[in-house]
């Protein structure tokens, strides 16, 4: 779901609020998540969807990927930085999510038997 539809899909929930009220919500909740998540170690809470977080992992660079780098640039350093950006969902979301896999592996496997 892109930007727009989730304003279309929002518009539709509460239509007493102006489109480019729910855009500009949506807008400024995005930039402050987006600056809190640039500090080491922090979360953002959505309700009933979950955390997100940022893990950063420290890296050795040895081998084929340091000569291939030094090739490259002339020089290599010795550690680099891996940066995992995660959702960590709500007990709700997570029982949403496989309820709605199994009905698509159900609907599948009635597909399966109908063309058998």
């Given amino acids: 779901m892109n930007h727009r539809e989730s304003i279309r899909k929002i518009a539709r929930r509460l239509p007493h609020i102006p489109r480019h009220t729910?855009?500009?919500v949506l807008e400024v909740a995005s930039e402050v998540w987006s600056e809190e998540l640039t500090k080491p170690g922090a979360e953002v809470a959505l309700v009933a969807m979950g955390k997100l977080y940022v893990e950063v992992h420290e890296m050795k660079i040895a081998g084929a990927?340091?000569?291939r780098l030094k090739k490259a640039h002339g020089t290599?350093?010795?550690?680099t930085k891996r940066f995992s950006?995660?959702?960590?969902?709500?007990?709700?979301?997570?029982?949403?999510?496989?309820?709605a896999h199994r009905e698509t592996e159900e609907s599948e496997d009635d597909?399966?038997?109908?063309?058998?």
């Fill in 111 to 116: 597909d399966d038997e109908e063309d058998a």
């Fill in 22 to 24: 729910i855009a500009e």
């Fill in 65 to 67: 990927i340091q000569e």
């Fill in 76 to 79: 290599a350093p010795k550690k």
């Fill in 85 to 99: 950006f995660r959702l960590h969902p709500s007990g709700k979301l997570r029982k949403q999510v496989q309820i």
